[in-house]
C-alpha cells in the first residue's frame, strides 16, 4: 500500500514567491496533519484537519500560511510571500484518527527560501 | 500547555553497550509515541503505548510509560550500528485533540 505522498520533495525558491506543497494521505485516513521541522524549533505542528475539516491551525505561523483539504486525498499548503526563515523541511503525516491514532509521516518537502 | 522534554539530547555509545533515553511531559497525557529518523529521512513509528505500565518491545529497543510520573523511556540493550538516528518521543494532547507534541529528539550515535 502506498503511503502518505508529498510533493515536491525539494523546492528551491526566491524570497516573495509563492510556494506550493502538496500531500495525499493515506486511503482510508480521516485526519492530516502538517508538521515543520527545522533544527532550532524541533517538529512543530502547524495544523491538522479531521474529515476535511480544519480542526485546530493554532501552530500557524501568521497569515503567510494557509492550508486545505478540498477533499479526504488531497491538502495543499501554502505560504505566500515566502521568506527565508520560512525555510524548513515540512512533513505531512496522516492517521485513521480512533484511539491511539499513530501517525504515518510522508517523506517530507524540503524547502529553500533564498 | 504541554511540553515534551527528552534527555539526552545527543549520545555516543559503542556497540555492545546499554543505554536509556528519557521522555518527561508537563500535563496529563493518555497516549505516548516513539518515532526514529533517519538523516534526510521521514519518520518512522516504533512504538505506541495508551496506558499506565505499558511496556513494548522489538529487537534491540524497549518503551515503557509511567504516566503518574509522566515519564516515557527507551532502553536501548547492547546496541549496534544500525540503531544509529534520532529518536523522538511524542505526546498526545488531551481534550479530546489528536495533536501531538515533540520532543526535540535524541540523535544517537553508535560507534563500532
Known amino acids: 500500500d502506498a503511503g502518505v505522498i508529498q510533493s515536491p520533495r525539494h523546492e528551491v525558491t526566491e524570497m516573495g514567491q509563492e510556494v506550493t506543497l502538496r500531500c495525499k494521505p493515506i486511503?482510508?485516513?480521516?485526519?492530516l496533519f502538517w508538521y515543520r521541522q527545522t533544527m532550532m524549533r524541533g517538529l512543530e505542528l502547524l495544523i491538522y484537519?479531521?474529515?476535511?475539516?480544519?480542526?485546530?491551525d493554532s501552530g500557524m505561523p501568521e497569515d503567510r500560511f494557509s492550508a486545505k483539504m478540498p477533499n479526504a486525498s488531497f491538502s495543499t499548503l501554502k505560504i505566500q510571500p515566502s521568506e527565508p526563515r520560512d525555510s524548513a523541511v515540512y512533513f505531512c503525516?496522516?492517521?485513521?484518527?480512533?484511539?491511539?491514532?499513530?501517525?504515518?509521516f510522508g517523506e517530507g518537502s524540503r524547502l529553500t527560501v533564498l | 500547555e504541554l511540553k515534551v522534554e527528552q534527555n539526552p539530547l545527543f549520545l555516543s555509545m559503542q556497540e555492545g553497550k546499554n543505554y536509556t533515553i528519557y521522555c518527561n511531559y508537563s500535563?496529563?497525557?493518555?497516549?505516548l509515541y516513539w518515532y526514529r529518523q533517519d538523516p534526510g529521512k521521514s519518520l518512522e513509528s516504533l512504538f505506541v503505548?495508551?496506558?499506565?505500565?505499558a511496556v513494548k518491545q522489538e529487537g534491540r529497543l524497549m518503551a515503557s510509560l509511567d504516566t503518574k510520573a509522566r515519564l516515557s523511556t527507551l532502553h536501548i540493550t547492547a546496541a549496534v550500528h544500525d540503531l544509529s538516528a534520532t529518536y523522538f518521543c511524542?505526546?498526545?494532547?488531551?481534550?479530546?485533540?489528536?495533536?501531538?507534541?515533540f520532543g526535540k529528539g535524541t540523535k544517537l550515535t553508535v560507534n563500532p
Open positions: 486511503s482510508g485516513h480521516n485526519s
Open positions: 503505548l495508551l496506558s499506565n505500565g
Open positions: 484537519f479531521n474529515n476535511n475539516v480544519p480542526i485546530d
Open positions: 503525516a496522516s492517521s485513521t484518527g480512533g484511539p491511539g491514532g499513530e501517525l504515518f
Open positions: 500535563t496529563t497525557s493518555d497516549r
Open positions: 511524542a505526546v498526545g494532547s488531551q481534550g479530546g485533540s489528536e495533536k501531538l507534541v
